[in-house]
């Protein structure tokens, strides 16, 4: 099954490249957005190059909906990340927590490569849907150690780093 995704990655890749340039002039820096905790988990360089668009228009795969990957994600979602941009509904625009779970998926990006990070993703959601993805996961498990608060800020980049060793050696 893995291999058979292969074939995807770069029309995935393209499509995504062509969603962020289309969106360009609507892109705003995570910095711009002056939550109040981000800068304690992230590097501000990394919240200065990171972008969200805010649309009620998230991109949406180019595949048809009984594609078997597509079939494993939610029909609905608050926001999906492409490299170092990501879209995010407006009625979340101000979710911190959120947006600290689509910057765990800049992180990833950086720290995989693109087109390791597409194929680890549709792997990831074809072997154990989009909750079961280990990527996901990572995300949410990090995202929550923020949300809950009640620990002392970490840095969020290392956290990543840390288990994608774990997870892909």
């Known amino acids: 099954m893995p291999w058979a995704l ?40 990394l919240l200065e190059r990171s972008y969200a668009v805010i649309t009620d228009d998230l991109p949406v795969l180019p595949f048809p909906r009984n594609t078997p990957v597509i079939r494993r994600f939610p029909d609905q979602f608050s926001a999906i990340t492409f490299g170092e941009t990501y879209f995010i509904r407006p009625h979340r625009e101000r979710d911190e927590g959120l947006h600290f779970h689509e910057l765990i998926h800049v992180v990833q990006y950086e720290i995989m490569g693109l087109t390791p990070f597409f194929h680890a993703y549709g792997v990831g959601v074809m072997q154990g ?35 994608i060793e774990k997870l892909y050696g």
Do not use: T
Request: charged residues 25%; contains cysteine; proline residues 8%.
């Open 6 to 45: 292969r074939p995807l990655v770069p029309i995935v890749a393209g499509w995504a490249a062509r969603s962020v340039a289309k969106h360009k002039s609507e892109a705003r820096s995570v910095a711009s957005f002056e939550f109040p905790r981000l800068d304690r988990y992230f590097p501000q360089d």
């Open 129 to 163: 849907g989009y909750f079961g993805c280990p990527l996901e996961a990572m995300a949410y498990q990090i995202e929550g150690r923020f949300s809950r608060g009640g620990e002392a800020p970490f840095d969020a980049v290392e956290a990543v780093r840390v288990e």
